[in-house]
């Protein structure tokens, strides 16, 4: 039994060692951030002007449902312009 437990430390002490070593030169994903290397501010820019304003759309009604001040659920049509 003892014959068994140094070899079977050493492999589980090798595996712990060398599998982190293993994914260390990976370095960050591209998609980390926003700025990997094929994106250019062109794409950026445009990117953030159509996050920035929204397309309009014509008035419509939207069911809003939550819980009023008291506790008590309700549910509503309201106007979005």
Known sequence: MKAWVFPGVAALLAAGI????????????????????SMSS?????????QAAPTASPPHYVWQEGY??????????????
């Open 18 to 37: 060398f599998v982190p070593l293993a994914h260390a030169n990976e370095g960050p994903r591209p998609s980390s951030s926003n700025n990997w290397a």
């Open 68 to 81: 009023e001040h008291g506790g008590r659920w309700h549910g509503h049509w309201v106007l979005v312009q």
């Open 42 to 50: 062109a794409a950026y820019a445009a990117t953030a002007a159509q």
